[in-house]
């Protein structure tokens, strides 16, 4: 089935593509068109290509890629003739144009900023600025409807130092637009920010009280799941103890 863009404004527009729910996006100029994310496979890939063409009614240039998963990536293949713009740590492909901090595209009159804030989700997430649309792509640096994900490559140190980033440049009236979910609001993303950091904060909290790995996740309360937290613990753990920050072997106490 062909995919169906849904409007988020009169420029942007963003699509849902399955088995993993991953939001693609669509920013339309004048002149030219620039897909956010390319799907899971080539095949996706060259369908959500062709639907974008049609949508758009412009040329579509360029496919900027928002970090470096598979679920993103993966139908990049089905777009060779487009552009593909990534962070320079995106190095599992080799996309056409990299970057360190930022770059802009011009659609005609419409410019689309790209932003690396720095390690969060992945070593490599892109933040897509529409100006002028007030909308902001944000790969999945935000989730809807499920738990942030965390894996090797995540600093949930940084995270957090990153959505600050982004919040500081919108408005109450700005829209983001997740890497899987709906469209939220500033307060959502305030909110998941919050619950980011709460994770690595409440972490080194617990271990300055000796906590250790395996009873942190019935230690508190969390905003997570125990999927979610089975991952994300660890890996704090892990980011803590690069820092000097473990467990305090807890000696034996004998009677006298």
């Not at 996309?95 to 070593?123: C, D, K, N, W, Y």
């Not at 490599?124 to 499920?146: A, C, M, R, T």
């Not at 942190?216 to 905003?223: F, I, S």
Request: with cysteine.
């Amino acid at each position: 089935m062909s995919p169906v863009w849904t409007p988020v404004t009169d420029r942007t527009f963003v699509t849902t593509v399955e088995p993993h729910g991953v939001n693609v996006g669509l920013v339309v100029g004048d002149e030219a068109a620039l897909l956010i994310d390319s799907g899971n496979t080539a095949e996706q890939g060259a369908e959500l290509l062709a639907s974008a063409r049609e949508q758009a009614g412009v040329p579509v240039t360029h496919v900027v890629l928002t970090h470096d998963h598979a679920d993103h990536t993966g139908g990049l293949a089905g777009m060779q003739e487009l552009t593909s713009v990534a962070h320079e740590d995106l190095t599992s492909l080799t996309p056409t144009r990299q970057f360190s901090m930022a770059l802009a595209i011009q659609l005609g009159a419409q410019r689309v900023e790209l932003v690396h804030f720095g390690e969060g989700h992945t070593r490599s997430d892109v933040i897509v600025f529409v100006p002028g649309e007030n909308v902001i792509f944000v790969g999945d640096l935000l989730e809807q409807g499920g738990d942030p994900q965390v894996d090797e490559t995540t600093s949930l140190s940084n995270w957090p130092t990153v959505l600050d980033g982004v919040l500081g440049a919108c408005t109450d009236s700005t829209r983001f637009v997740p890497g899987h979910g709906t469209v939220v609001d500033r307060d959502f993303a305030f909110i998941q920010r919050a619950e980011i950091a709460m994770l690595y904060s409440q972490t080194e909290m617990m271990i300055q009280q000796g906590t250790r790995l395996e009873d942190a996740a019935t230690a508190t309360e969390w905003p997570f799941t125990a999927e979610t937290l089975a991952v994300a613990l660890p890996k704090a753990y892990a980011e803590l103890a690069a820092k000097g920050i473990e467990p305090k072997r807890q000696l034996p106490i004998f009677g006298v």
